[in-house]
């Protein structure tokens, strides 16, 4: 066994890696950029190296920084993570030149599968089922409009080399498949050091479903059943599940041995993953093999009970595997949902900064049998930077059945706190409330079609309106209470804590009647009916459970002016408690209009300006790009929202602008 591992990687997945080697008893190396010199995984190692600049192309994916840091450390083996140099077989090459371990697949099945193209040919002469498409590399924008229509729209534009939904772009039209070509080439050029692109048909309503694989040096392979990947955003998995609701028993079967087929024919080793789209019909395509550790292995872990990096530890170092194909048990149902720094209110664009609260819940398992899992590589106090893949943590359930496990995943992200930048939150919390995934009714087109228009938060049910209303009354009461215990009062002039009182939230407003009931509420609404609240919130609580009659309610409550602010199931509401005199003097005041900001272009999100598309004084169209800004490895083109003359450019290429920063103005 191997005595030290150098982890070629940062983040979650750096820290996911040290755990298990910690657990094998592996001394452990971290790597580091300038931007994460104070990054939890650098913490949790044994030794630290630092190798660059915070750009990922002059530190992480630049392989002679990481060999001097194998050389300078004494490291006999090196696990590469997922993203940056994990599936470049030039890295594992230059590794087995050393004389140290490669903890993954064989350099030439990174080759083979880690091109789409040549992944695509091997499939098919293997005996899997392809989805048609270009084969060859595209060189120019007009060649990629000449294929895409010959092949017919939609279709996806990709790049070879990489993955994570970097480098892709769907195109129904001449117009988006030559700007998604570009964008395309642009961000795998970025985030892999390789701007090859191809062309194959998009399949319209699928499920993206993809194959666990496991292989030892020893020709031994199996498959680990199926992971469900259908809930994406911008082809970025977001929620993923094992099992898939959809397959049955022989689909699954079916799917894994095509993988194992596929696996076999280059000769694999180690973990990876074969991914493929599945049709209404459970027709199933090969889409790509990852040569690699998904992103979402802990749903797999969770059903199988196998830990895959230790696993993929024990293969590097020339073992055998422990099981067979008989052996693959799948126990329960396991969630995973991706946090993201990225605001779901503003079209999800990336948020950076200091993350001033982070307590992610109670990992282990719960008194109901539920499981709770939180894969992470930040910290309370540090810092979300723009140079890196936008995502915080890993969320995972696992429950006997699926509605259980979405129950307790929903219950989780009730209970996460993450204060000081945008996250997505609320939106994963809606995901889980949502009919449509509670049902399994799913595709990729999920995300796309349930919220056309973004996420806009999630409107409370009348339901809802009442438990938020008793929660706020009960947390009044709390600072009422405490008010009227202030020291130094004269005993003839001691406050009373009032019962009739007016909860407002948006659209709504409720008179009800408090009073003290067991050491918590009882609310008394206007038609007669009572919740009773019981909780042990106590004034400056960010977060506290509250049962609301039978209803167990993780909520996130702050002050905000005279309202409280309440957060719940992707609700976020401010809520009023008053007197009746109040409330109706509140009734009368005017509302504050927002700023118009309608001659303006602002930059959305935290970035770097790329390009600047027009001129001052130049007229332009509606849709029309006129800017490109780059923010965790992502381009996003902003367009003009209507017809207009550019008075002013405020920005020039290069600048690296906040929220809401100025671009350019319309006249």
């Not at 002469?125 to 392809?130: K, L």
């Not at 950076?352 to 282990?364: A, C």
């Not at 800017?627 to 008075?647: F, I, P, Q, S």
Request: charged share 25%; glycine share 8%.
């Amino acid at each position: 066994m191997f005595k030290k591992i150098l982890i070629a990687n940062r983040g979650e997945i750096a820290c996911r890696v040290i755990k298990t080697a910690k657990k094998l008893a592996i001394a452990t190396v971290a790597v580091y950029s300038d931007a994460d010199r104070d990054a939890l995984h650098v913490k949790m190692a044994d030794e630290a190296v630092h190798i660059g600049p915070a750009q990922s192309n002059q530190s992480y994916i630049v392989i002679a920084k990481i060999l001097d840091a194998v050389r300078a450390t004494g490291a006999d083996a090196v696990h590469p993570g997922y993203g940056f140099l994990s599936e470049n077989a030039n890295f594992a090459e230059a590794l087995k030149a050393e004389g140290v371990a490669f903890i993954g697949p064989p350099p030439v099945a990174i080759e083979a599968m880690g091109d789409k193209i040549t992944s695509k040919k091997i499939a098919a002469s293997a005996g899997v089922s392809t989805v048609p498409g270009h084969m060859g590399l595209i060189a120019d924008a007009d060649e990629a409009l000449r294929i895409a229509g010959s092949i017919g729209y939609p279709v996806m534009i990709k790049a070879s080399a990489g993955g994570g939904g970097k480098g892709m772009r769907i195109a129904w039209n001449d117009s988006e498949a030559r700007e998604g070509f570009q964008s395309s080439k642009n961000e795998a050029k970025a985030s892999f050091g390789d701007d090859r692109i191809f062309i194959e048909k998009f399949v319209t309503q699928p499920r993206h479903i993809e194959i666990q694989v496991l292989g030892d040096q020893h020709g031994n392979l199996v498959y680990l059943g199926e992971r469900e990947c259908s809930i994406q955003r911008r082809n970025q998995k977001v929620i993923e599940e094992a099992p898939s609701p959809f397959l049955d028993a022989a689909t699954r079967k079916a799917m894994g041995e095509q993988a194992v087929a596929l696996a076999k024919a280059v000769g694999y080793f180690s973990a990876g993953t074969v991914e493929f789209i599945v049709d209404q019909d459970k027709k199933f395509y090969f889409l790509e093999m990852n040569t690699r550790l998904q992103v979402e292995h802990p749903v797999t872990e969770l059903i199988t009970g196998i830990d895959l990096v230790e696993e993929m530890i024990r293969v590097a170092a020339g073992e055998r595997l422990r099981l067979a194909q008989q052996d693959v048990k799948l126990n329960g149902w396991a969630i995973e949902s991706r946090l993201y720094a990225e605001d779901p209110y503003r079209s999800f664009l990336p948020s950076i900064g200091r993350l001033s609260r982070y307590r992610p819940p109670v990992e282990g398992a719960r008194d109901d049998g539920t499981v709770v899992r939180n894969d992470t590589g930040v910290f309370e106090g540090g810092e979300i930077s723009m140079y890196y893949d936008p995502m915080i943590a890993k969320l995972c359930s696992w429950a006997p059945d699926r509605l259980s496990a979405i129950d307790a995943m929903a219950q989780a992200l009730d209970d996460f706190e993450v204060e000081g930048i945008g996250h997505n939150l609320p939106f994963l919390s809606a995901v889980m409330e949502h009919p449509r995934f509670r049902e399994g009714r799913l595709t990729t087109a999920f995300i796309a079609e349930e919220y056309p228009d973004g996420f806009g938060g999630v409107e409370p049910s009348p339901e809802d309106v009442r438990l938020l209303a008793a929660v706020a009354a009960h947390v009044h009461l709390c600072g009422e209470r405490r008010n009227v215990r202030i020291s130094g009062a004269l005993a003839n002039r001691q406050r009373a804590v009032g019962e009739g009182w007016v909860v407002t939230l948006p659209e709504h407003e409720l008179a009800v009647k408090l009073c003290e009931q067991d050491g918590g509420s009882l609310v008394e609404f206007a038609d007669g009916s009572t919740l009773s609240v019981t909780s042990d919130w106590l004034p400056g609580m960010s977060h506290a459970i509250f049962a609301v009659r039978a209803t167990r309610m993780g909520v996130k409550v702050s002050p905000a002016n005279s309202a409280f602010r309440l957060r719940w199931r992707g609700i976020d509401v401010l809520a009023y408690v008053r007197s009746p005199r109040v409330a109706e003097l509140a009734r009368l005041m005017p509302q504050k209009l927002p700023p118009d900001t309608s001659k303006m272009l602002l930059c959305p999100m935290p970035g770097v300006v790329t390009s600047i598309a027009v001129q001052a004084g130049d007229q332009v169209e509606a849709g029309q790009a006129l800017a490109t800004v780059e923010a965790m490895k992502m381009e996003n083109v902003l367009r003009a929202e209507r017809r207009g003359v550019v008075a002013r450019i405020a920005a020039a290429a290069g600048a690296s602008l906040a929220v809401d920063e100025l671009i350019m103005e319309f006249e």
